[in-house]
């Protein structure tokens, strides 16, 4: 296996490997801390602003939506100027903007302060994805995905109950101070680190062709296939991040620490997916686990509508396994669709985690639709249909001439 120090292909001498690994799972940790902190105080935002539900969750909404963006713009501009001017730009724009969120005179400014806040998270995304494939070799690349994710967990499994103790304490605002905080570390590492993309390896376009690349990765259809196959579980996992609060305390009516204890052990499930993976892939094929994955997440869907409803415990049973999954499947998928790309690969890597957000985000539409007769059973209609449509894209997908490198 060799040590970390042997997985790299390009030394970080002031960062070290160790170091390396530690700014790829804060860069990659942005996005969820910025909403497993934050949630346990959205039913408290709303009525210290006096809104209505609806507009505080533009919060989470909108930060999606910009955070996708961000990604579109900058993974591209990281393959003409670099991975490291633009982690350090979008490093400083997020501490901006949280300090904003914690200045906010009103929703709409809060709203607006996320939106920065979320462009910056987009840019800090979109360079940790492309350096894995810059900085690991191929052999350690998966195992580097995986390592990432599982360190990942200690985020979005502590995230909750601080947000909580900060709530406690010092009001929604500390939140944002917090956020703020932790950007600051990261970008004294940052300026640490060492540039991953060689000056020759660098686009040459103008910023419009820059950025015009995205489409060259969107017309391999294999690509795009197995993209948006794989991240249809977000539907489910996005859909409960925007409303398990509600979930939590109005339905099962527990405290906000209760539902962060809740939210922290979905989180946790996270480290045990991809950890679970590393020893099924010595004798399950990713194809073959794919298809598990998909069958066995629709059916928890259905689980959900049948028996969700019973208890707030076997509620969050079932939603566990279905983090398994999604999990398990994560970082070999990111993998594959990253082997596909010999260049472009920060536009790869925009287009891999803007996908995953902008279906995330039309999970966390969908749930809040009136339809539904709560957000119990709108969970699992997410669940169901989201990885239901997946299902049936994946048989199609098998039974094309379309072939992906790495998905045996």
Same mark, same amino acid.
């Given at each position: 296996?060799?040590?970390?120090?042997?997985?790299?292909?390009?030394?970080?001498?002031?960062?070290?490997?160790g170091?390396?690994?530690?700014?790829?799972?804060?860069?990659?940790?942005?996005?969820?801390?910025?909403?497993?902190?934050?949630?346990?105080?959205?039913?408290?935002?709303?009525?210290?602003?006096?809104?209505?539900?609806?507009?505080?969750?533009?919060?989470?909404?909108?930060?999606?939506?910009?955070?996708?963006?961000?990604?579109?713009?900058?993974g591209?501009?990281?393959?003409?100027?670099?991975?490291?001017?633009?982690?350090?730009?979008?490093?400083?724009?997020?501490?901006?903007?949280s300090?904003?969120?914690a200045?906010?005179?009103?929703?709409?400014?809060?709203?607006?302060?996320?939106?920065?806040?979320?462009?910056?998270?987009?840019?800090?995304?979109?360079v940790?994805?492309?350096?894995?494939?810059?900085?690991?070799?191929?052999?350690?690349?998966?195992?580097?995905?995986?390592?990432?994710?599982?360190?990942?967990?200690?985020?979005?499994?502590?995230?909750?109950?601080?947000?909580?103790?900060?709530?406690?304490?010092?009001?929604?605002?500390?939140?944002?101070?917090?956020?703020?905080?932790?950007?600051?570390?990261?970008?004294?590492?940052?300026?640490?680190?060492?540039?991953?993309?060689?000056?020759?390896?660098?686009?040459?376009?103008?910023?419009?062709?820059?950025?015009?690349?995205?489409?060259?990765?969107?017309?391999?259809?294999?690509?795009?296939?197995?993209?948006?196959?794989?991240?249809?579980?977000?539907?489910?996992?996005?859909?409960?991040?925007?409303?398990?609060?509600?979930?939590?305390?109005?339905?099962f009516?527990?405290?906000?620490?209760?539902?962060?204890?809740?939210?922290?052990?979905?989180?946790?499930?996270?480290?045990?997916?991809?950890?679970?993976?590393?020893?099924?892939?010595?004798?399950?094929s990713?194809?073959?686990?794919?298809?598990?994955?998909?069958?066995?997440? *629709?059916?928890?869907? $259905?689980?959900?509508?049948? @028996?969700?409803? =019973?208890?707030?415990?076997?509620?969050? /049973? %079932?939603? &566990? +396994?279905?983090?398994?999954?999604?999990?398990?499947?994560r970082?070999?998928?990111?993998?594959?669709?990253?082997?596909?790309?010999?260049?472009?690969?920060?536009?790869?890597?925009?287009?891999?985690?803007?996908?995953?957000?902008?279906?995330?985000?039309?999970g966390?539409?969908? *749930?809040?639709l009136? $339809?539904?007769?709560?957000? @119990?059973?709108? =969970?699992?209609?997410?669940?169901?249909? /989201? %990885?239901? &449509? +997946?299902?049936?894209?994946?048989?199609?997908?098998?039974?094309?001439?379309?072939?992906?490198?790495?998905?045996?």
């Amino acid at each position: 296996m060799g040590t970390m120090k042997d997985w790299l292909c390009v030394p970080q001498p002031r960062l070290g490997a160790g170091g390396l690994l530690v700014l790829l799972v804060l860069g990659s940790l942005t996005a969820p801390l910025s909403l497993d902190m934050y949630t346990p105080s959205i039913p408290g935002i709303a009525a210290y602003f006096n809104t209505t539900d609806d507009v505080v969750n533009l919060t989470l909404v909108g930060y999606y939506l910009f955070m996708a963006l961000g990604l579109l713009l900058f993974g591209p501009l990281s393959d003409k100027f670099g991975r490291r001017p633009v982690l350090v730009a979008g490093l400083s724009a997020y501490a901006l903007a949280s300090l904003a969120c914690a200045a906010s005179a009103s929703i709409w400014m809060l709203v607006a302060a996320r939106l920065v806040q979320a462009l910056g998270s987009g840019a800090m995304s979109a360079v940790c994805t492309a350096v894995v494939k810059d900085a690991v070799k191929p052999a350690y690349r998966e195992r580097m995905l995986a390592v990432i994710q599982i360190m990942f967990v200690v985020g979005p499994v502590g995230a909750p109950i601080i947000g909580a103790g900060i709530l406690a304490f010092t009001g929604w605002r500390g939140v944002f101070v917090v956020l703020a905080a932790v950007s600051l570390v990261q970008l004294v590492m940052a300026l640490a680190f060492r540039e991953t993309l060689p000056e020759d390896a660098r686009l040459r376009t103008s910023v419009p062709a820059t950025l015009a690349r995205l489409g060259q990765v969107a017309k391999n259809p294999a690509f795009m296939a197995f993209l948006l196959i794989s991240s249809a579980w977000e539907i489910g996992y996005m859909g409960y991040v925007s409303v398990g609060s509600y979930i939590y305390i109005d339905f099962f009516g527990f405290s906000a620490l209760g539902f962060s204890l809740f939210f922290a052990a979905a989180a946790l499930m996270c480290a045990v997916g991809p950890a679970a993976w590393l020893k099924i892939s010595k004798g399950v094929s990713r194809r073959n686990f794919t298809t598990i994955a998909l069958v066995a997440s *629709v059916a928890l869907g $259905v689980a959900v509508l049948l @028996v969700g409803k =019973t208890s707030a415990f076997v509620f969050c /049973g %079932l939603f &566990l +396994a279905f983090v398994f999954f999604e999990s398990a499947v994560r970082p070999y998928a990111v993998n594959v669709l990253l082997a596909q790309q010999d260049s472009d690969v920060g536009s790869a890597s925009a287009l891999i985690n803007c996908t995953r957000s902008l279906v995330g985000v039309v999970g966390m539409f969908l *749930v809040i639709l009136p $339809v539904f007769g709560d957000y @119990v059973e709108a =969970t699992g209609w997410m669940m169901a249909g /989201g %990885l239901g &449509l +997946a299902l049936v894209g994946w048989v199609v997908m098998l039974r094309s001439r379309h072939t992906l490198r790495g998905l045996e």
